[in-house]
């Protein structure tokens, strides 16, 4: 079974501050990770994801996530946060040459960036 | 929200009746997956398609039912045995993965809200 834990229901960090959205997985094997954003009653948007190569990964609108595989982590980034950011995120995990291309998402994590 | 629609944007359900929940896709995807979002719980897999004529359970298939006769199309039916139906409902597709070696990006649409009168 595949698992994913985002321990921080809410985010709030001021606008120009460093922000971080913490990410665990667990998973049998290699793990492939991504990152999605949700804006109120809007769909899911894609932002990265790890497949692998290089444990830093560049996505849109400048976020990053570093994948640590000793932590079993992958951990969503962005120096400099903006108002706009403001928004609901999503970590989801897959196994390597799993089933039916599943994914497993976590309970998500609320971010407010405050002006 | 590319080139997945869904529709209606929301829909009332009233005691004992089916839904039908609409997905279409123009991004020549061949798979194709539906999801249930309750607050606090992220997203659970209901059905997803890999090919036209087949479809699989997800984690909470009961009380649903799919089909998937063209390859642009993806309806939900919410049943009458659904018993706790209110939520909101996402449509993804993605690239077929051919033997399980990449793990293609899914897709999102914009979302069906779905309601209990």
């Known amino acids: 079974a595949q698992s994913v834990a985002q321990p921080e229901d809410q985010v709030n960090v001021a606008e120009g501050n460093p922000l971080t959205v913490k990410c665990t997985y667990s998973v049998s094997g290699n793990p492939y990770l991504f990152w999605y954003v949700q804006y109120p009653n809007r769909g899911l948007q894609f932002l990265l994801k790890?497949?692998?190569?290089?444990?830093l990964v560049k996505g849109s609108y400048g976020f990053e996530a570093e994948f640590n595989k000793s932590q079993t982590s992958f951990h969503l980034k962005k120096p400099s946060a903006l108002v706009s950011d403001s928004a609901l995120y999503f970590c989801?995990?897959?196994?390597?040459?799993?089933?039916?291309?599943?994914?497993?998402f976590g309970g998500g994590t609320r971010v407010l960036v405050k002006p | 929200d590319g080139g997945i629609t869904q529709s209606p944007k929301y829909l009332f359900r009233k005691e004992g009746q089916n839904v039908t929940l609409s997905c279409e896709q123009n991004l020549n995807h061949d798979a194709m997956y539906w999801y249930r979002q309750d607050p606090g719980q992220g997203l659970r897999l209901i059905y997803y398609?890999?090919?036209?004529?087949?479809?699989q359970k997800g984690d909470i298939a009961e009380g649903y039912s799919v089909s998937r006769e063209k390859k642009e199309s993806f309806p939900l039916t919410v049943t009458s045995a659904q018993k706790n139906p209110t939520a909101f409902y996402l449509c993804a597709s993605s690239i077929r993965t051919s033997g399980g070696e990449i793990q293609e990006t899914q897709y999102f649409g914009p979302g069906t809200r779905l309601l209990v009168l």
């Open positions: 790890y497949i692998t190569g290089d444990n």
């Open positions: 398609s890999q090919i036209v004529n087949d479809f």
């Open positions: 989801a995990v897959s196994r390597i040459k799993a089933a039916g291309n599943k994914l497993t």
